[in-house]
């Protein structure tokens, strides 16, 4: 069983960084494929960016390079590290893990290739 808690969510200011942290408890998180979505109010679900077993990342178009997803397997942590933050971008933000680890066969912005989520971590942007 898989066992996810994100922490780092918090209220920062526009133009602001965040880091936010994902842990992971359970077997072979290396062979996982992680991911962030979130969700702002009165929206749904969207993918922010994902990380393959292998490495590999991808990110929504949105991220355009303010976001870095990274993952410390020693630790079985996934990160995000967010910059030059917007209002938009206030959402609750949750961690995935898919146990395929290369995201197939739905693809790494599919919210049914996620097989653990967790309670997600709340990130406001103020002005």
């Known amino acids: 069983q898989v066992h996810l808690v994100e922490s780092g969510g918090t209220l920062v200011q526009v133009g602001g960084s965040l880091r936010l942290s994902c842990e992971f408890s359970g077997l072979s998180f290396d062979t996982y494929a992680m991911a962030w979505f979130r969700q702002a109010p009165g929206k749904g679900r969207e993918f922010v960016a994902a990380?393959?077993?292998?490495?590999?990342?991808s990110y929504a178009d949105f991220v355009n390079w303010r976001f870095v997803i990274s993952r410390e397997n020693a630790w079985t942590t996934v990160h995000l590290q967010m910059n030059n933050l917007k209002s938009d971008d206030t959402a609750v933000y949750y961690c995935?893990?898919?146990?395929?680890?290369?995201?197939?066969?739905?693809?790494?912005?599919?919210?049914?290739?996620?097989?653990?989520w967790g309670q997600g971590t709340q990130v406001t942007v103020s002005s």
């Open positions: 990380i393959e077993g292998g490495g590999r990342p």
């Open positions: 995935a893990a898919d146990r395929s680890g290369n995201c197939r066969p739905y693809g790494c912005s599919d919210r049914d290739q996620y097989d653990y």
